[in-house]
């Protein structure tokens, strides 16, 4: 072992000592455009995204009054406890252009990237969380989080590209040992000295990444793009390592959680509410935490596969094979469903009122932004099709409003959203559905 | 009225080409393979099991099955999930986890109860560095993760980690752990990267490198990574020469790991991922739990591989074979008394269970939770075995047809409204006749009589040929050209590492389909006549191989209607 040549893993290994010091958190935060807590430190912005599936009973769905105070219809009277902490977006419409309507593809795909996909398996651009991720996901542990209450690791909206989808928590043991596990750092923590380990480990991603170019030079144009990725996710690794290596911001909210149990498989709606609620749980604890600022809630997929106990259709098939019933005007079973996708996002955007925060709440220091698939999933359509933001960003954005959307791009919504997390961009999507409108009517 | 004819006009005439051209396919049997037979290169994400089993070839399998793989779904690409493993990126996140888990790993490699037969030497003091043993144990342990040795450069930088996080942490074994976790993030170790050389048997044409053709060889067979005699080969240059080749694949076909690997690509090809998340409905299927659906896959993966590997019988046979294992919770669903544990059970000539169409997996993955689902049958039954695409469903079709579908009592005339309505026609045709031929099981698999009193109309059609019942259905499967190709195309494109491209590819196809007929069907003479052929070892050029085509484009697997038409692959 004499001959062993040590100045490549010292010079990352000095590297690594240097930023013992931790970075500045002044320059970090401030990138963030928070609001601040009493004694000056700013509170960081957080963005997050939550999902259903299936659209709405247009009929019962929207409201007739526009602005604040708007009336709450059967379908979506379970919102009643928030509803001052939300927005609902409707008459919003979802455009492809010369793409075809790709069922249950289409409208999700165009509201998270701004582009109308090709095909059933094309997923163009980027998500608007990862957008948003590299925005303000560098001073955190981990970049972004998504997690679904599907339980179903295939059940996901966000991709930094075709190929390339952030996989979701789909397990709640599983996604609490990923957060709280042994690599946890407790922001309220009364003592705190870095971790040689931490050290260790940075430094040794100087070889690592030095590999992964030398790697890149013995395969084709797209493998190389791909290896290209993976020498920037080591990058990204380097600077959450970074990050350890400094002693945390206490976080009044943060608690660590016990470890929960584990549940059975199965999309019966009680059991995929009672995983939401713990994902949630998990979720939000780790937002509190500040171990991430982006972070996406996946409820149901775009082909709900849902179960009603008793009921011989899952979710996607009754919306086609339910009759309108003609007296009351919607489809009642298919109602049935939305109506517990509303009961979960009461309890989302609720949970996230409930975490203390400065003078406020964490919801009010985040933007959420809430997408489906269709407006009326029986025929796939997608005009019209419904959102719903939560949050103020800070005391940025006004809530308790209906915004009827005259007919404007879906996308409105997400350019908003851009904006207010700090992304300086001067439109957001493509072809018809791109826009340089926020949506004035929510900003204070 | 006019669009529905033309439309299954259109059909029938496909199906008959197809069937044309299947009757017409092989029959190349007596010449040799195609001189310009090559495949491609790739760069492959290791799939979730083979994450697993590299771990678990390297520090046994309590390491392996400690920690869950830290790999990305698939996506589905040209029927196999294994393919879409060319093609996938790893994001940020998706790496942070991978660093997760090398953590876990190597902390529990280490650790006081693995230590002592996981690492060769022991170090002079364990509050110090010990380069010399260090570098024993990342030097073997290294070369076999990374499938090649490691080169002086990186083990002398490994050892250098292990030494200073030793001296950092005071405690040898953990420097080593983080040595160890340098490994375990690094792309060599997640990927496999085909890598090229100039063929000097062969001027002009390229040909895999020694260790990648040994983790191509010892991933197709045993979905795991190259053992110690399989590098050793490839480091002395035995594997490159005919004879040294064929005792290695001899080698490996003859053991116990090649059952591994095939339970892994029929597990892929037979969709059986759908298990990871399906469930029924409890109080429709009340007899079927956890465990019943996690038997129904073993059930079927064990019945394959008795039939093709201990057996060695014909392919075809799988579905029209009685044979089969039995679990008690099976039993309960089957309706049948068994003993304790898995045992082999053979269904009698009276009953209606004949071949894998009638396994509980088939049957309860393509269904519903709460109903069964003769399109999803039959759209599997396609795609799985006949390699056929059955397109995804249109997006204007009117369902107010469907709205309960006054009166309809079985799934036949519910689904008979679709062919009243042009736009549903053209795919539930393709679907649904063999789809209803399985109407006797229910959306759980269990044989019923009737269906809300009503008696099922079991007969139908496949691609020309017409049957009474499911053993009618059975023989059409069993005798449908598409059935041996299809497992040579999806064999193939697992053994490469990608989908099959019918530009370059069709022509070893073909010849591999005579040797298969001329074999009679044996899986384990098809293994060895992939595994030695020109094609498994010659790669293309990159001017030849061109730039590479992102996923799904490269294979055009046989449409079954216009594109325009389709069914959901989802329930």
Request: hydrophobic share 40%; net charge negative.
């Amino acid at each position: 072992m004499s001959k062993i040549n040590r100045r490549k893993f010292l010079k990352g290994a000095l590297n690594g000592g240097v930023i013992t010091v931790g970075l500045p958190l002044l320059d970090v935060f401030l990138n963030d455009n928070g609001t601040a807590y009493a004694d000056g430190t700013p509170i960081p912005q957080r963005f997050g995204t939550w999902s259903w599936g299936l659209g709405m009973s247009e009929s019962i769905f929207v409201p007739k009054r526009t602005g604040p105070n708007f009336d709450l219809p059967e379908e979506i009277a379970a919102l009643a406890p928030v509803q001052q902490h939300i927005n609902l977006y409707t008459n919003f419409h979802v455009f492809k252009d010369d793409a075809p309507n790709l069922c249950h593809h289409s409208g999700w795909v165009v509201l998270r990237s701004g582009i109308a996909p090709m095909t059933s398996e094309n997923r163009p651009g980027e998500t608007i969380d990862v957008s948003v991720a590299r925005q303000i996901g560098n001073a955190t542990r981990f970049r972004s989080l998504s997690a679904t209450a599907t339980g179903d690791v295939r059940n996901s909206f966000s991709y930094e590209g075709g190929n390339s989808v952030n996989a979701p928590e789909w397990s709640p043991l599983r996604f609490y040992q990923r957060l709280f596990g042994a690599d946890f750092q407790d922001p309220n923590a009364e003592t705190f000295s870095p971790d040689p380990k931490v050290m260790v480990r940075k430094s040794a991603l100087t070889a690592v990444q030095e590999e992964t170019k030398k790697l890149e030079q013995s395969v084709g144009a797209d493998d190389r793009a791909r290896l290209d990725q993976y020498f920037t996710g080591l990058r990204d690794l380097e600077r959450r390592f970074d990050l350890q290596l400094s002693k945390p911001d206490p976080r009044e909210a943060c608690v660590v959680l016990e470890e929960p149990e584990n549940l059975p498989t199965g999309l019966d709606a009680d059991l995929v509410a009672k995983r939401h609620r713990m994902m949630t749980d998990l979720m939000l604890m780790a937002v509190a935490c500040d171990q991430t600022r982006v972070f996406n809630m996946f409820y149901a997929s775009a082909f709900s596969a849902t179960i009603k106990p008793g009921y011989d259709k899952p979710h996607h098939t009754a919306t086609h094979e339910e009759a309108v019933d003609l007296e009351l005007g919607y489809q009642p079973n298919v109602s049935w469903f939305t109506r517990r996708a509303m009961d979960e996002w009461a309890y989302y955007v609720n949970a996230l009122a409930n975490f203390k925060e400065g003078d406020g709440s964490l919801l009010d220091n985040s933007f959420i932004y809430a997408t489906t698939d269709q407006s009326f999933a029986k025929l796939h359509a997608i005009d019209g099709i419904p959102m719903f933001s939560a949050g103020t960003a800070g005391g940025r954005v006004k809530t308790g409003l209906h915004i009827d959307g005259g007919g404007s791009p879906g996308c409105r919504l997400g350019y908003t959203a851009q904006r207010l997390m700090g992304l300086e961009i001067e439109s957001w999507g493509d072809k018809s559905n791109t826009t340089s409108s926020e949506i004035g009517e929510i900003l204070v | 009225m006019l669009s529905i004819q033309v439309e299954i006009k259109t059909i029938s005439c496909t199906l008959g080409a197809a069937i044309l051209l299947g009757a017409c396919a092989p029959a190349e049997i007596e010449q040799g393979e195609p001189g310009e037979s090559a495949s491609a290169t790739r760069t492959r994400l290791l799939t979730g099991e083979q994450y697993t089993n590299s771990i678990a070839a390297v520090f046994g399998d309590d390491i392996a099955n400690s920690v869950l793989p830290p790999i990305p779904p698939m996506t589905r690409t040209d029927g196999l999930l294994s393919s879409g493993a060319a093609y996938v990126g790893v994001t940020s996140d998706q790496i942070s986890q991978i660093q997760q888990t090398a953590t876990s790993i190597a902390v529990r490699v280490v650790d006081e109860d693995h230590r002592d037969f996981l690492i060769p030497c022991r170090p002079e003091a364990e509050d110090q560095p010990d380069g010399a043993c260090a570098g024993l144990f990342l030097q073997a342990s290294g070369e076999l993760l990374n499938r090649q040795p490691l080169g002086d450069e990186r083990l002398a930088e490994l050892v250098d980690i292990a030494n200073y996080a030793a001296e950092q942490t005071e405690d040898f074994y953990a420097g080593l752990a983080l040595a160890l976790e340098s490994i375990l993030i690094s792309p060599e170790f997640v990927f496999i990267v085909d890598e090229q050389e100039a063929d000097p048997d062969r001027p002009g044409y390229e040909r895999l490198t020694a260790y990648s053709l040994a983790s191509r060889l010892s991933f197709f067979l045993w979905n795991g990574p190259p053992d110690a005699a399989l590098l050793a080969a490839a480091e002395s240059g035995e594997l490159l020469s005919e004879a040294g080749l064929a005792a290695q694949v001899d080698r490996m076909i003859a053991s116990s790991r090649l059952t591994d690997g095939m339970r892994a690509f029929f597990d892929d090809m037979l969709g059986f991922d759908e298990f990871n998340s399906l469930a029924k409905d409890p109080n429709v299927y009340p007899m079927v739990t956890g465990s019943t659906l996690r038997d129904a896959r073993e059930q079927t993966l064990r019945t394959i591989i008795d039939h093709v590997i201990t057996q060695d019988a014909d392919y075809r046979d799988l579905f029209v074979s009685r044979k089969t294992f039995m679990s008690p919770a099976l039993g309960v669903v089957y309706g049948i008394p068994t003993g304790n544990g898995w045992t082999t059970y053979e269904f009698p000539e009276s009953s209606p269970r004949i071949g894998l169409l009638t396994h509980i997996s088939f049957l309860a993955a393509n269904s519903h939770a709460v109903r069964s689902s003769p399109t999803l049958r039959g759209q599997a039954l396609r795609e799985r075995f006949l390699c056929q695409l059955v397109p995804d469903p249109p997006p204007n079709v009117d369902f107010s047809l469907l709205e309960e579908a006054e009166g309809a009592v079985t799934a036949r005339e519910r689904l008979a409204v679709h062919n009243t309505n042009p736009s549903c026609a053209g795919c539930h045709l393709i679907t649904d006749p063999m789809g209803l031929s399985l109407e006797n099981f229910d959306g759980a698999g269990r044989f019923r009589e009737t269906e809300n009193g009503a008696e099922f109309d079991i007969s139908g059609e496949l691609d020309g040929v017409f049957y009474t019942d499911i053993s009618g259905l059975a023989a059409a499967v069993r005798d449908h050209p598409k059935l041996p190709s299809c497992l040579i195309n999806r064999l193939f494109a697992y053994g490469t590492g990608g989908p099959v491209s019918p530009r370059y590819e069709l022509a070893t196809l073909r010849w591999l389909e005579g040797r298969f007929e001329a074999s009679q069907y044996k899986l384990t003479a098809l293994l060895r006549d992939l595994a030695l052929s020109q094609a498994f070892s010659a790669v293309r050029t990159e001017d030849s191989q061109g730039k590479m085509l992102p996923a799904n484009s490269e294979s055009q697997p046989f449409r079954l209607a216009d594109p325009e038409f389709s069914l959901p692959s989802q329930r």
